[in-house]
């Protein structure tokens, strides 16, 4: 059977999204949780598997490839929020209190009760909420949190087009904006889209102590449908954001950088926007911003640079911080474009890209960097 041996690929059946990527210096370990379905090449039934590293190339299932040894999400199971699907989210090697534990992390997830769900269709009130699992076994089993949904429902008055794939992390750039020095908060995006207005990127906020307890702030990103500052360089914002990260990163002295400015970004999944000059009815894009300080005691990132983060068809980009090399690793997902009868024959349908950098270089001149087998160029 043909397979893909230099990406990572689910043991079999379908897969797509890159599901909560981390390093766990605690086990000296990078983890990638992707979702699958484990019983079809189709899309449905949607899980989380699990595979680990020492080094981002070779990759071992968890617990193993056989039957359904390396799902370690499972829709339903522990979660009554969950039973049609558990979507995309986030994970981090800390506590629900927030702190640093050997072999603990925190994984905060789309837990999806109703199906169909889609930007241009009905939405249906409690599709979708957002819930959250524990590992005590560095990442191996989670146990679901007793009090799921930790988020029932979007904003009140909200219409939205879809509300789900939560990424958290501490974000000291927010805090000082908002507070004026680093208080340790967490802050969460949720992807989102208002109905008949466009996408928003939706930003919540909590206590260092308390991953449990959110509070809405307001839209990080807040466009009109089909935004784009170019469509031939920036491609189209669409009407409903997925798999999104916001973050920022540190222009460092090797990149020209002076070692203490830093750039915010978000890397965007968008829905439904113009693909005149784009295969895909999706679009990864990214966009560079700044984030300033808004009336209702929340932040907005006043986009400046936006372009396309993958012209083919790669979707769905998600970043993790890895400690080890202080750099900001994306994966994304990759779909066949066998048909039906070919993917049924081979047995699967998906993969996943080889982890890509994002830095900033700071030059007039022309940059290149090589990772994996692909070598980029840029130019500020």
């Known amino acids: 059977m043909w397979r893909p041996t230099y990406h990572f690929a689910s043991p079999n059946s379908w897969m797509n999204d890159p599901c909560g990527p981390l390093y766990d210096s605690a086990t000296q370990t990078y983890h ?35 039957g359904y040894d390396y799902i370690t999400l499972a829709p339903g ?45 009905p939405y249906l009130k409690g599709s979708e909420t957002q819930s959250l699992a524990v590992s005590y076994d560095g990442g191996i089993t989670y146990q679901q949190y007793a009090n799921n ?7 009140e008055g909200m219409d939205v087009t879809g509300w789900r794939d939560p990424k958290f992390k501490q974000w000291p750039e927010i805090d000082n904006v908002l507070y ?6 967490y802050y969460m995006t949720v992807s989102s889209g208002v109905r008949g207005v466009g996408p928003r990127l939706l930003l919540y906020r909590a206590f260092a102590n308390d991953l449990t307890n959110w509070t809405y ?9 089909n935004f ?46 113009n693909t005149t000059l784009h295969p895909s009815t ?34 769905a980009l998600n970043s993790f911080h890895d400690p080890k090399g202080n750099r900001r690793i994306f994966y994304g997902w990759v779909m066949e474009d066998n048909n039906n009868y070919g993917q049924r024959a081979f047995g699967y349908n998906g993969q996943i890209t080889l982890p890509r ?24």
């Open 32 to 66: 990638l949780y992707y979702q699958v379905q484990p019983g079809h090449v189709q899309w449905g039934n949607i899980s989380w598997g699990h595979a680990k590293s020492k080094d981002m190339i070779f990759w071992e299932d968890v617990t193993s490839w056989r």
């Open 149 to 155: 949904p930790i988020l029932a429902s979007p904003p």
């Open 228 to 273: 784009t500052l170019n469509e031939i360089w920036s491609g189209s914002l669409g009407y409903n954001f997925e798999v999104s990260n916001a973050f920022s990163i540190l222009e460092k002295a090797a990149d020209g950088g002076d070692n203490k400015t830093m750039h915010s970004f978000a890397m965007l999944g968008t829905e439904g926007g």
């Open 282 to 315: 999706h679009w990864s894009v990214w966009i560079n911003g700044n984030i300033s300080k808004t009336g209702n005691d929340s932040v907005t990132m006043n986009i400046i640079a936006s372009g396309v983060a993958d012209w083919g068809d790669t979707y």
């Open 357 to 380: 950098e994002v830095f900033v270089q700071v030059s007039e001149t022309w940059c290149k960097r090589t990772f994996g087998e692909i070598t980029y160029l840029c130019q500020f």
């Open 217 to 225: 702030l307001g839209p990080l990103v807040s466009v009109s449908g």
């Open 180 to 185: 004026g020095s680093n208080q340790g908060h």
């Open 77 to 121: 199971v522990g979660n009554n929020q969950s039973v049609l699907g558990v979507f995309t989210g986030s994970t981090l090697p800390v506590t629900i209190t927030g702190d640093s534990t050997n072999r603990t992390i925190t994984a905060i997830y789309t837990s999806v009760k109703y199906l169909p769900i889609s930007w241009n269709g």
